[in-house]
């Protein structure tokens, strides 16, 4: 009953415009901000941080990324993973090259960096589609893991072919390397995400966010309305990459710690982030979120209960928990194509006219 | 019908014609062998309504793509407000001022009939990258600036109820209407419409019909359209071309254009006897 646009009236197109029009919603996302930054860090220990919240946010960054450019733009890819590699080789360079510079610019620069590299990734996508388009990105995520193997100056001639994250802080505290600590792991990681959704739904709600759906849904009109189609896919393709970029540099960076391409950012990483916002929802924020959550919680989730709680061997938890979460794949693709966050938007459809039906 | 050598004329229902806004000069289009458009001129004055018509495959809508940009004539020229066009992309055709609706309705299924609308006016919104990702300045300004303008279309086409309706649950009628609100949402200087009224059933036809009068009169907009219903077409229209395979065989008000034997034969048919 209290979950009602009834009364709360918008008289201006700003009002009507805003990310939230129901008064719930806006408190529910404050409450939500309220914990994730002022109590979540107070509590937080390294397990929670290490199994769940870390790569959650990280993964959700990812997410939003793929999301901009698959979602929104309606180029599928398949080069994620490629292109997080970009972001953690770039953030490795700069990191060590320029150790007095804060970790932050790097983060950020390390994006950046990423975004060019989608850009020239993107450019086959003025001509090809769907999954002609999917295949040449499959081309970028195995060129690039390729290049970070075979030079040896993007690994700084070590000997192993490993990169490892040195030590650098933010205000005196340690952000990366051994002695970086939960909160503070969580926190960067909570602010890097909070900004991208935060610019994200910006871009997504504006004249950019626009063409790039008009691209989606139906290029010849969109060129017919003055859409450039060159500029609209790449724009896309660069902003995803960055965000796909800063995800790779936080996921070596803060989570991973020591990272080796072809294991921490093989074509398995592209298809949990493609994963991740097919079951999220496509062209959705919250989807992004809710994605990321699903595919980083439930297999922890299983394997508490199968490990801890059933005590069974930890190979065969591992191996029933793949079966768990590709059957539940299956089922939600099923019964929601769309994803969460339609299943989330129709439960607030119902609940907005409860207890009447209709 | 008088004086067409200084540009203008007054129609029967006494509405001013001003001078030419487009002028195709002896237009080819061929595909390979084919050729669909042969040695075609006619022109587009300031405020008229001009129909396109003919039988099928006569070569009507690949005239309306060459004039919106998706196709470019072998042969011949396009010159729009006095200059001569070059070979453009239809986007950029789309900046020039030319608006068009497509035979089969060509919106973005996944967005909502505002944000459809708001499409439409994406050439008017110049904010740069930085003020849209942080919404702040020229973005917010102009996203607000643009929904006043588009809620005048609304308005107008009288779908106030379905503007937050995802596009793709609407009725066909609907569907027609929300295509030309986005098309004129941009505030076209000429408006294609490429059989605006196809599948529509005899209410919804009078009711494109009168929108698109009102278009004509209100906002003085320049429509260019191919129907194939005669009753429309002659009802609605100040100047008529008729096409048949590619060529044209008449050129001028409906009421000539039905006394043309040639266009009789084409429509009905010769008899073979």
């Not at chain 1, 996508?125 to 100056?153: C, D, E, H, M």
């Not at chain 1, 979460?325 to 769309?338: N, Q, S, Y």
């Not at chain 2, 060459?66 to 010159?79: D, K, R």
Request: net charge neutral; charged share 20%; aromatic share 12%.
């Amino acid at each position: 009953m209290i979950y009602r646009e009834a009364g709360d009236f918008k008289t201006g197109y700003r009002a009507d415009g805003q990310t939230f029009p129901i008064r719930l919603d806006r408190w529910g996302y404050y409450a939500a901000l309220a914990v994730a930054f002022g109590i979540i860090p107070f509590v937080i220990n390294n397990y929670w941080a290490n199994a769940v919240l870390v790569p959650f946010l990280i993964y959700a960054i990812a997410a939003l990324g793929l999301n901009i450019l698959t979602g929104y733009a309606g180029q599928v890819s398949l080069g994620t993973g490629g292109f997080m590699a970009v972001g953690a080789y770039a953030v490795y360079k700069l990191m060590t090259s320029f150790p007095e510079v804060s970790i932050l610019i790097h983060i950020l620069l390390a994006g950046g960096i990423t975004a060019a590299v989608g850009v020239l990734f993107g450019l086959p996508s003025l001509r090809i589609k769907g999954f002609y388009l999917a295949v040449a990105t499959l081309a970028a995520q195995f060129f690039l893991v390729w290049l970070f193997n075979k030079v040896p100056w993007f690994y700084n001639y070590s000997a192993s072919g490993q990169i490892n994250a040195p030590t650098r802080t933010v205000m005196d505290i340690a952000v990366t390397g051994p002695t970086a600590s939960a909160p503070a792991k969580y926190l960067v990681c909570l602010v890097f995400a909070f900004a991208l959704a935060w610019l994200a739904r910006n871009l997504t709600r504006g004249s950019l966010g626009r063409k790039w759906m008009a691209i989606r849904d139906m290029d010849i009109a969109a060129e017919i309305i003055g859409v450039d189609p060159l500029r609209a896919k790449l724009s896309a393709f660069a902003v995803s990459s960055f965000f796909i970029g800063i995800a790779g540099a936080l996921l070596f960076a803060v989570y991973l710690g020591a990272a080796e391409v072809g294991e921490a950012f093989g074509i398995n990483k592209s298809f949990l982030v493609l994963f991740m916002i097919i079951i999220g929802g496509l062209g959705s924020i919250f989807g992004s979120f809710a994605g990321a959550a699903f595919l980083v919680v439930l297999p922890v989730l299983l394997k508490n209960v199968f490990v801890g709680g059933m005590g069974w061997p930890t190979d065969l938890a591992a191996h029933i928990e793949l079966m768990i979460v590709g059957l539940l794949i299956m089922v939600f693709l099923i019964v929601e194509p769309h994803g969460l966050a339609r299943l989330w938007s129709l439960a607030k459809e119902k609940l907005r006219l409860w207890p009447f039906p209709h | 019908m008088n004086d067409m050598s200084t540009g203008g004329y007054v129609t029967a229902d006494g509405r001013q014609i001003g001078g030419t806004l487009m002028e195709l000069k002896n237009i080819t289009l061929r595909f390979g062998g084919v050729v669909a458009i042969k040695d075609i001129s006619f022109d587009i004055r300031q405020g008229e309504i001009r129909a396109i018509i003919g039988p099928n495959g006569a070569g009507k809508s690949s005239m309306l793509n060459i004039i919106s940009g998706f196709y470019v004539p072998q042969e011949g020229e396009v010159w729009f407000k006095g200059e001569r066009r070059g070979p453009m992309k239809p986007f950029q055709v789309a900046r020039l001022g030319i608006a068009r609706t497509f035979q089969n309705i060509a919106l973005f299924d996944g967005m909502s009939v505002l944000d459809n609308i708001m499409t439409g006016r994406l050439n008017k919104m110049k904010a740069g990258f930085l003020s849209q990702a942080l919404w702040w300045g020229a973005a917010e300004r102009e996203e607000i600036a643009n929904r006043e303008a588009v809620e005048k279309v609304i308005d107008f086409l009288e779908i106030q109820n379905i503007r937050k309706t995802p596009v793709g649950r609407l009725p066909y009628g609907l569907k027609k209407r929300v295509e030309l609100a986005r098309a004129l949402a941009a505030e076209p200087q000429l408006l294609l419409l490429d059989e605006p009224m196809a599948g529509m059933n005899v209410e919804e036809k009078e009711d494109m019909s009168r929108f698109i009068l009102d278009v004509n009169d209100e906002f003085g907009t320049t429509i260019c359209l191919i129907e194939h219903d005669m009753g429309v077409v002659m009802d609605l229209s100040d100047r008529v071309v008729v096409m048949d395979y590619g060529k044209k065989i008449g050129d001028g008000t409906p009421s000539e254009v039905r006394a043309n034997q040639e266009v009789i034969d084409a429509y009905l048919g010769v008899a073979h006897d």
